[in-house]
């Protein structure tokens, strides 16, 4: 049964980072209202007042009081609802982690960025260097149902992106570079996080998701020109 908590959500259903705080709330059980946002604009007048230093999703408002970044929200979410943790208890754990979080986050997801948004040498130097961050992030799931073990928890949560948005991010982006004979281990668990009720439940169609990534190549072409 969820708890009753003076929660709001600031997000969009198309983001990733808005996500993981959608399945945060709802694998601790927390209510919470969520108000959408136009995931083409940053020009909300109450995203810009919670959020006035990037003005983007998601933003958190519990008890009057706003949070921005995602991986800041989760260790508050962590923090005030201790009950059904999505950390790891042992304090090296929770310190590998936070430390698999940021490179996916960082290095991982830029270079996702570089493959998707380039051409040419650069593209394929960055589609290397994917390939590079997914050997890696097989190596940590090896033996396991999930990177949490037997249940998601905090690094399944950053790294859900992978198991869904990032097929379209390849796409569209015109490059491959999850090859399941390659990475068994983490295409099992890819298999496994998306079928999580939580997750299945909230994910965007895939005509949803296309769309926006292609109304980012777009933008970034008419920039470019």
Known sequence: ?????????L???ESIFTQRIVWALKLKGICYEFIKQDFSSRSSPL???????????PV???AGKSLAESLVI???IEEIWPFNP???????????????????????YEAAKKAF???????????????????????QIIGKKFFGGEKIGYLDIIAGWIAYWFQYVEEIGEFKAMDTRKYPYLHAWINNFI????????????DVVKAAFSGFKDAAALAGA
């Open 1 to 9: 049964m969820e708890k009753r908590a003076d929660v709001k959500l």
């Open 195 to 206: 079928q999580v009720p939580i997750v299945q439940e909230s994910l965007p169609t895939p």
């Open 74 to 76: 989760l260790e508050y």
């Open 86 to 108: 999505i950390f790891p208890v042992d304090p090296f754990e929770r310190a590998s982690v936070r430390f698999w979080a940021k490179f996916i986050d960082g290095k991982f």
């Open 117 to 139: 948004f380039s051409s040419g040498k650069t593209k394929a130097e960055a589609v290397e260097s994917v390939a590079e961050g997914l050997h890696l992030l097989e190596g």
């Open 60 to 62: 958190i408002v519990h």
């Open 11 to 13: 997000g969009t259903k």
């Open 47 to 57: 995203l810009v007042e919670l959020n006035p230093v990037y003005n983007k999703v």
